[in-house]
């Protein structure tokens, strides 16, 4: 059974650092994409960066400049450094992992608070 397991969240003041792991625990054949997605409170869950297995990335303009995403295969483990965070990132962080074969998988979620 496949798990993805986030750690890393919590509360931190406006211009403060965090930073997020998600470690995948089972059989997960052909890895492609690994990410992060984000919901807030009222709002619909948006992809806040993603890498793919030929380490081109993508991120939600908001956190250009700031978030910073990486991976490690070997380990099925994804990051996110969050800097200069702000209130507005405040919201339930996802691990998310997509295969060549279209399969995804997600993460339980962990709440990141930035504090004004």
């Known amino acids: 059974q496949v798990q993805l397991v986030e750690s890393g969240g919590g509360l931190v003041q406006a211009g403060g650092s965090l930073r997020l792991s998600c470690a995948a625990s089972?059989?997960?054949?052909?890895?492609?994409?690994m990410g992060w997605y984000r919901q807030a409170p009222g709002k619909q869950r948006e992809l806040v960066a993603i890498?793919?297995?030929?380490?081109?990335?993508n991120y939600e303009d908001s956190v250009k400049g700031r978030f910073s995403i990486s991976r490690d295969n070997a380990k099925k483990m994804v990051y996110l450094e969050m800097n200069s965070l702000k209130p507005e990132d405040t919201a339930v962080y996802y691990c998310w992992i997509r295969t060549i074969y279209s399969r995804e998988y997600w993460g339980q979620g962990i709440q990141v608070t930035v504090s004004s």
């Open positions: 890498k793919s297995s030929d380490d081109r990335t």
């Open positions: 089972g059989t997960i054949f052909m890895i492609n994409n």
